[in-house]
């Protein structure tokens, strides 16, 4: 019963979470701009972290918007 899914950074073997690569980051964005959950995405703990200070850091450098309308 191993079903569950692993992490898309892990399976890609992908160490450092990179801001400026926004395709990736706008994968773990909903249509409203907001970070998707762990739960959701499927993403480890280590990976989620990063992620999310790669997300903040893209977004104020201006590559990714705060929220989308």
Known sequence: MNSAKQCFF??????????????????FLNPHGRMVSRKKSAVCAASQRQLATAVKRARFMGLLPFVAR
């Open 10 to 27: 892990c399976q890609n073997n992908i160490r450092q979470i990179d801001y400026k690569d926004t395709e990736i980051l706008k994968k």
